[in-house]
């Protein structure tokens, strides 16, 4: 007689049973009460929940949800499932599309307080951006390589922070706040979150009383993220930011900061910074301030518009990088003149043990040809006194995907392998139907200050090893 089967499926521990149920979307975790009995609840025991946009469908299945504005009913959904899960929750994410009139802020703040009664949340990530329109096909931008047309949203608006009010509760164990298109208040008698250790604001109102206030009390914070450039209705924030933990920064900003300043952030090590309106006077100074506060780092990321609004300044800065390894930035080359490649130049005199450069090419102009001219004045020449070149930078990517002709980055390839004299390895990163041949026989034209010099090339589908000896 053959061996009776065992039911493996209903025998599962509870805990592997919750970590089956978390891969999957809730759609499918709460179908899962239908395989056996002791499986009938199990879904409401799971400790993460994302919903929204790009996210996890809720209700109305039959729509797809990424193309439709979210209602009032759809938050009253949300509510309605929060309180069948029995918690505390580890994580929980909501990104939301709304219409420009239909912004449930109410609904929002009762969902938090309930968010607060199941306890434990660690993890909150709530989204919100806003539509007038609905979908329809749109052409990609050619730098993505997508076939046409590719569904593209009308008028989307991330950065009406306004429409939603945020007023936090006391989540006790938040360690992960991150937040976008909102305006956030503090509750009254506001203690801080004392274990968060990453915060996130991303076009979000708040203000300066508030923001200091939630800086101050996060002194465990690690992971600081503030971005400010699609806002225009905030009012003028100023930063003193003094976090003895922080590792890592980001910073957005438009013309409406004043200032960001890092008092003491001893152990910063990584810093993004990027600006949106290189034309401001204003902005200039605060881009300045944020370059000496993070002069310490040994990873350092650039915007293309960073160059540009150093270029508004007198040389030389104030600042300069004498820790750091590792620089990565964009750069326009349609905005190069002489006075960005004198920027660029005093970047480099700049940083003295830099060892890893990663710089992405970019171009929007189909004439080009004045700009190759003038790249190939300003660049590719000996420079003198520039110590990382001289003696430490070994690591060179350059990414030309960006570019509309390819055989103005191969100026900057020049640049670099004519004057970094310990380069060990050249990564160029180019797009397939770009001139392989063409830059080949340009790349063995230069002469190579480094004898251990490998030139390396990537297109989409194959390397390419070419010989600069």
């Not at 509870?14 to 979307?25: A, P, T």
């Not at 979908?135 to 593209?152: D, I, K, S």
């Not at 300045?288 to 990873?299: D, H, I, K």
Request: proline residues 5%.
């Amino acid at each position: 007689m053959a061996e009776e089967e065992v039911d493996r499926i209903s025998f599962l521990p509870e805990d592997i049973k919750i970590s089956i149920l978390s891969r999957l979307v809730l759609k499918e975790a709460v179908r899962t009460s239908v395989l056996a009995r002791s499986w009938r609840h199990t879904w409401t025991l799971l400790a993460c929940l994302r919903l929204g946009r790009h996210l996890d469908p809720l209700g109305d299945t039959s729509k797809d949800f990424d193309s439709r504005p979210v209602s009032s009913t759809w938050i009253q959904r949300v509510n309605h499932l929060v309180s069948s899960l029995r918690g505390p929750f580890l994580l929980f994410e909501l990104s939301l599309l709304f219409l420009l009139d239909m912004v449930p802020s109410n609904l929002l703040q009762r969902l938090l307080h309930l968010l607060l009664q199941k306890g434990g949340v660690q993890t909150l990530d709530l989204c919100f951006c806003y539509s007038d329109a609905v979908t329809q096909p749109q052409p990609a931008p050619f730098f993505l390589n997508l076939p046409l047309p590719v569904p593209v949203p009308l008028r989307l608006h991330p950065y009406h922070s306004h429409k939603v009010k945020v007023r936090l509760p006391p989540f006790h164990s938040l360690k992960v706040l991150q937040l976008e298109g909102c305006q956030l208040l503090l509750p009254n008698k506001f203690q801080g979150f004392h274990s968060l250790t990453t915060l996130s604001l991303s076009n979000v109102i708040i203000s300066n009383l508030h923001l200091h206030l939630l800086l101050d009390t996060s002194k465990n914070l690690t992971t600081f993220k503030f971005v400010a450039q699609d806002l225009d209705l905030a009012p003028d924030l100023s930063l003193n930011i003094s976090l003895p933990l922080l590792t890592n920064v980001e910073f957005r900003i438009n013309e409406m900061v004043d200032k960001i300043c890092l008092v003491s952030t001893p152990l910063l090590e990584q810093a993004y910074i990027s600006v949106r309106n290189f034309e401001s006077k204003k902005l200039t100074q605060v881009t300045l301030g944020l370059l000496t506060g993070v002069s310490m780092v040994s990873s350092l990321r650039l915007d293309s518009h960073v160059l540009q609004t150093l270029s508004l300044l007198a040389l030389p800065f104030s600042f300069s990088f004498p820790q750091l390894k590792c620089l990565a930035f964009f750069l326009n080359v349609d905005t190069l003149d002489k006075r960005t490649c004198d920027v660029f130049h005093w970047l480099l005199k700049s940083m003295p043990f830099l060892e890893e450069l990663h710089l992405k090419l970019l171009s929007f102009s189909k004439k080009t040809e004045g700009v190759a001219t003038l790249m190939r004045e300003l660049l590719v020449k000996k420079q003198n006194g520039i110590s990382c070149l001289d003696q430490s930078l070994k690591r060179v990517t350059i990414s030309m995907y960006l570019l509309l002709k390819v055989m103005t980055g191969i100026t900057v390839v020049k640049f670099f392998l004519l004057n970094a004299k310990v380069l060990k390895l050249m990564k160029i990163l180019y797009s397939g139907d770009d001139d392989e041949l063409s830059m080949i026989e340009e790349l063995k034209k230069v002469e190579v200050a480094s004898s251990d010099a490998k030139v390396v090339m990537f297109n989409i589908t194959t390397k390419v090893t070419v010989n600069v000896k």
